[in-house]
């Protein structure tokens, strides 16, 4: 279903006002912003910093394919990381056409609908997002920092709200929360058996070194760089090397990848711990 905005709809017009909100997060290397608000009667604000993705979002249809917009039940809040490999039309028109490859949704229920945050990546920016990952407390901090500066953007924006008719709704089958369910799955089996994950007896890492091992288990046990160095006794630059070397010799694009690969594989053979 193909939905045309008007030159002048508010959605649209609104988009250098969240242009001008969002500068800070050039700093995290955040170049797409998004912020989506679904009401539990159906309707909907989109905003962006990039109009022309609001465009392409209701004239391409790509909404139909869009976990958010459709499945506010299975909605919490906090944080969902998506690694952007998905072929749901919403994903790849991203990929291909504004560099969104990796990112983020930051996702909170009120009385009467629920706002989402979208922070996207480029493809060569997956360190960055790494980063964020580390320090979600600096998204929240801007969650709240937009809201104050676009409260009165969003309240402008609701007499324009959308609906879209629910029968037109197909998501693709492959959506986001399929992957997270399954990663936490893994993850939650993994922690009510131990408190440290043990990788050593995993097939698929035999060709990583002792070292890159090391610095693997205790990422994969949510440490930091920082936090890895310190354990080990080695700068936080030489970590980044040996997490960088097993990515690479796992064909893993980024870290996130990286860690859902070893977790995936862990939980398929079964590993005592």
């Not at 905003?47 to 919490?76: C, V």
């Not at 997270?180 to 050593?200: P, Q, W």
């Not at 440490?223 to 080695?234: E, Q």
């Not at 064909?251 to 862990?266: F, G, P, Q, R, W």
Request: glycine share 4%; hydrophobic share 35%; proline share 1%.
């Amino acid at each position: 279903m193909s939905i045309n905005l008007r030159k002048n709809h508010k959605f649209l017009s609104s988009s250098g006002k969240i242009k001008q909100i969002c500068q800070p997060l050039a700093y995290l290397s955040i170049h797409l912003f998004t912020f989506f608000r679904k009401y539990n009667d159906g309707g909907e604000i989109y905003l962006s910093t990039d109009k022309q993705w609001i465009d392409d979002y209701y004239r391409l249809g790509l909404y139909e394919t869009s976990f958010y917009a459709n499945h506010q039940k299975k909605i919490i809040n906090g944080f969902d990381v998506w690694v952007n490999d998905s072929p749901a039309s919403v994903y790849k028109h991203g990929r291909d056409y504004y560099d969104s490859h990796y990112g983020f949704t930051y996702s909170a229920q009120k009385e009467g609908y629920t706002d989402h945050y979208f922070f996207s990546f480029g493809k060569e920016n997956n360190q960055a997002l790494q980063y964020c990952i580390n320090n979600f407390e600096l998204i929240e901090k801007f969650c709240d920092y937009f809201w104050d500066n676009a409260a009165s953007v969003v309240k402008d924006c609701e007499e324009s709200r959308i609906y879209i008719p629910e029968a037109n709704i197909q998501v693709a089958d492959d959506s986001p929360n399929e992957l997270d369910d399954n990663f936490a799955k893994i993850f939650l089996d993994f922690m009510s058996a131990s408190s440290s994950i043990n990788i050593y007896s995993c097939n698929l890492l035999d060709k990583l070194t002792y070292r890159e091992k090391q610095c693997v288990q205790l990422l994969l046990t949510h440490f930091t760089a920082g936090n890895i160095a310190n354990n080990l006794s080695i700068s936080a630059r030489t970590v980044e090397v040996h997490l960088d070397s097993a990515r690479k010799k796992l064909d893993c694009a980024s870290k996130i990848e990286l860690i859902i690969k070893i977790l995936t594989s862990v939980g398929q053979a079964k590993i005592a711990f």
